[in-house]
């Protein structure tokens, strides 16, 4: 018999031991894993616990870590400090007294656990935790020793015990949040500098001192096996962070992370899950970090608002992101107030103001006049080179000077923000965080600002050559440039806004002569197109008002001014001749309509989602725009999804163009049948409340996934959606209405809310109706909601 090769053999065992480990855990001294797309992770015994690589960012980009390998989603609760990702064919060895050695393709060290003890084997543990044995059968080495942003139960903090945030989502280099156990036994959150690495003052502390004893303070954060947080006193006393009962009874995983946001929360998810779940909140802290002193929940000159309790940050006009990848990080000014001589004692000549409402930057004023009025502030500011921002509120006035920090909108306070910017350059921007996106595609305003510097530049380099070729230049650029789609018309009778403005031809060429329809309405024909490298929808509008072209300036004035993430973004427009066009963002996932009637019906989740983010839309057209916008059309068909299928509002903004009898309706009134309130039908005063009736009807569309009314073949209504609701909730029948939704009735209490909401919305009565901001603060849980009355049958007079 031939003699097996002793080193054949060795392999040959090595090999049924790294096999053997995917279902006990174990894996020995020389495993090794490769950065593949497929390649397969450590698993611990039960199968749901992986170690490995795990796609982030972009198919060559890899994240050692640890994740939930049951879950859909893969959730990471694990990385190496930093998150430094490799690329293809890196990977990750366990060597005998070093432990993990991660190294890329050019066998280079990226990182490694370092440890030099003796190794027995490694072990993928069913907790989460990845542990090195030593001989000695101890762990000499644990994951969960070294937490990332994540901590587990059986997981414990000591006193000194830090994690850190993930820059982001998809970025798992190290954020700007840190939460801490100091030594004095108190949790707090802070964030930390990013150059020094020093930490900030605290923006949550969680105090464990005891009155009784100034020795007895916390010394561990305990995350049990149950699923309870909590922070061990020296005596054995705790206190408290997930309440009692605040758990859900059942088999679950659980997880507490510091989110890149900065919001310390409790998670969990069910381990046996019916359908696609997502992870549910147990508790989370701070209550409302934008307010939270020293949160700096968004960067420099950025503005937090709460969404879904979550931040939302979004530089303000005139400002964009410093770092297009990190939304909640600095806005950069598009100008700087100077002192320049030639701008000295000239500032109403020179300046202007945008006016925001609601937003306060309460931490960078440097004057504070008090008593003022709202001119004096205005006046005082323009005519101070230092002053960048002016809040005025309660007969104060408080001039600021950049960087402006720890901005935040406040709804419940009336307070109005004029932020300074140079006529000449214009209010640039809309100050969403899209890092100007439409400038890029060669459709924004800066192209307009390009425009002025080139000219500038070839006139001072072409003086020289005399006015013959001064007048070349002029015409090269001036006017040659129009024949290119993408190019904003310098025109005196542009609109006054920063948006370009388009000639008709440039339209025809950038919609291949309006050729790819995405959809009619009654405003106009929508079309898709190409300006730059960016795609657009075209709206072709019908035929306007009287006096079109004052009416259209107007209007188009008025939705420039508008920037809300809920609402369909105008990039630039057409007013030639009789040609009146409106660009908008492109919403490649269509409209709601398609979305909440299709055969396939969404999740509860989502659609609940999406009825809040309109909530949120109309409400910022009713209340915080600077001139209030009746939209008076709300329904699926004007709410588009975009890439997330986030909801957004089409066609605010344009009621007042449209022709009476172009309402496409069968009542001569504005609006689409089925979403019409009762009192287009009278003669009184429309207000917003028509659009809060439209909104009650398709809210109650999103909740059934049913249409607000169902025709036969002779035109009559079948069924009223209206009418269906009150006798569902009048009878306690609810699982008719959202035809056995499952996931729906799971969350009965949400279910049971929001329908209360749209009964509450489409009463006859619009005194009766609530706001807008109103409905948000029901449909959020903020408020109780009271039964509502039948909404009685229209008495419908002309």
Not at 78 to 98: A, C, E, F, I, M
Not at 415 to 432: E, Q
Request: some cysteine; aromatic content about 10%.
């Amino acid at each position: 018999m031939a003699l097996v090769p002793i080193h054949l053999i060795s392999l040959a065992i090595l090999l049924q031991f790294v096999a053997a480990q995917q279902s006990n855990g174990s894996v020995p001294i020389g495993a090794s894993l490769a950065a593949t797309p497929n390649a397969k992770p450590w698993l611990s015994s039960s199968g749901e616990f992986a170690f490995g690589f795990q796609q982030v960012q972009g198919k060559d980009s890899f994240l050692l870590s640890v994740w939930y390998d049951k879950i859909p989603n893969k959730t990471i609760i694990w990385y190496p400090k930093g998150g430094p990702t490799v690329s293809t064919g890196s990977k990750v060895d366990l060597v005998d007294r070093r432990g993990l050695v991660l190294s890329d393709p050019q066998g280079n060290e990226v990182w490694s656990s370092e440890n030099f003890s003796d190794f027995a084997y490694g072990y993928m543990n069913d907790t989460g935790n990845f542990a090195i044995v030593g001989s000695n059968s101890r762990n000499v080495w644990e994951s969960f020793s070294y937490p990332a942003d994540t901590i587990l139960p059986t997981q414990v903090i000591n006193l000194g015990g830090v994690i850190n945030s993930r820059a982001c989502e998809t970025n798992f280099t190290g954020g700007k949040f840190q939460l801490r156990l100091l030594k004095e036994g108190n949790l707090v959150l802070n964030t930390i500098d990013m150059f020094s690495g020093s930490a900030g003052n605290a923006y949550y502390n969680r105090d464990t001192s005891d009155e009784s004893s100034s020795t007895n303070s916390g010394f561990q954060l305990v995350f049990d096996t149950v699923g309870y947080m909590y922070i061990l006193r020296r005596n054995g006393e705790r206190v408290n962070l997930t309440t009692e009962g605040s758990l859900p009874s059942g088999d679950y995983y659980h997880r507490a992370t510091l989110d890149s946001d900065g919001v310390f929360t409790q998670y969990y998810y069910p381990k046996n899950p019916t359908e696609d779940m997502s992870w549910k909140v147990v508790w989370f802290v701070p209550d409302d970090i934008c307010k939270a002193i020293d949160s700096k929940a968004c960067g420099l000159n950025n503005v937090c608002s709460l969404d879904d309790n979550r931040p939302y940050c979004e530089c303000p006009p005139g400002f964009s992101l410093l770092d297009p990848n990190t939304p909640n990080g600095d806005c950069k000014p598009d100008f700087t107030p100077s002192c320049d001589e030639g701008e000295l004692n000239h500032g109403g000549d020179v300046f202007d103001f945008i006016e925001l409402n609601n937003i306060d930057w309460p931490m960078s004023d440097y004057v504070h006049m008090n008593p003022s009025n709202e001119q004096a502030c205005r006046t005082s500011c323009l005519n101070d080179c230092f002053c960048a921002v002016a809040i005025y509120r309660d007969d104060q006035c408080w001039k600021k000077q950049l960087p402006l920090s720890n901005g935040h909108k406040d709804p419940s306070k009336n307070v109005k923000a004029f932020l300074k910017f140079r006529k000449i350059d214009g209010p640039s921007g809309t100050g969403g965080n899209n890092s100007r996106e439409e400038d890029k595609s060669g459709t924004g305003e800066d192209i307009s600002r390009r425009g002025f510097i080139f000219m500038g530049s070839a006139l001072i380099g072409t003086s020289v050559i005399g006015i013959f070729a001064l007048v070349g230049v002029i015409y090269m650029c001036f006017f040659q440039s129009q024949k290119k789609a993408g190019t904003p018309l310098l025109s005196s009778t542009t609109v006054e806004t920063n948006l370009p403005r388009f000639s008709y031809q440039e339209l025809v060429i950038a919609t291949n002569g309006f050729k790819d329809e995405l959809g009619r309405g009654a405003f106009g024909t929508v079309y898709k197109g190409v300006i730059g490298t960016k795609v657009v929808a075209v709206k072709k509008l019908e035929t306007v008002v009287q006096d079109g072209q004052k009416e259209f300036k107007t209007e188009v004035n008025t939705i420039a001014r508008t920037h809300h993430k809920n609402l369909v973004r105008l990039l630039g427009y057409c007013d030639d001749g009789d040609k009146r066009l409106l660009i908008y963002e492109y919403m490649s996932n269509g409209t709601l309509a398609f979305y909440l009637f299709e055969d396939k019906r969404p999740s509860w989740k989502h659609r609940s989602s999406i009825a809040v983010g309109v909530a949120k839309g109309l409400t910022y057209l009713h209340e915080d725009c600077s001139n209030q916008i009746i939209h008076c059309d709300i329904k699926p068909q004007n709410i588009l999804l975009d890439d997330y299928y986030n909801a957004k509002i089409a066609d605010f903004g344009l009621a007042k163009l449209l022709m009476i009898n172009q309402s496409k309706t069968n009542t001569g009134i504005r609006g689409t049948k089925g979403y019409v309130a009762p009192e287009w039908f009278r003669n009184t005063t429309v207000t917003t409340k028509v659009d809060v009736y439209s909104f009650g009807v398709l809210l109650l569309e999103i909740i059934s996934c049913r249409k607000s009314v169902v025709f036969d073949d002779d035109a009559e209504d079948v069924a009223v959606l209206t009418d269906m609701a009150w006798d569902c909730y009048q009878y306690d029948t609810l699982d008719a209405f959202v035809q056995n939704d499952s996931e729906a009735l799971d969350d009965l209490d949400k279910l049971t809310t929001f329908i209360m909401v749209g009964l509450w919305c489409v009463q006859e009565n619009p005194l009766v109706r609530p706001t807008m901001k109103k409905v948000i603060q029901m449909l959020e849980g903020g408020i109780e909601v009271t039964d509502p009355p039948c909404p009685c049958p229209f008495s419908v007079t002309s």
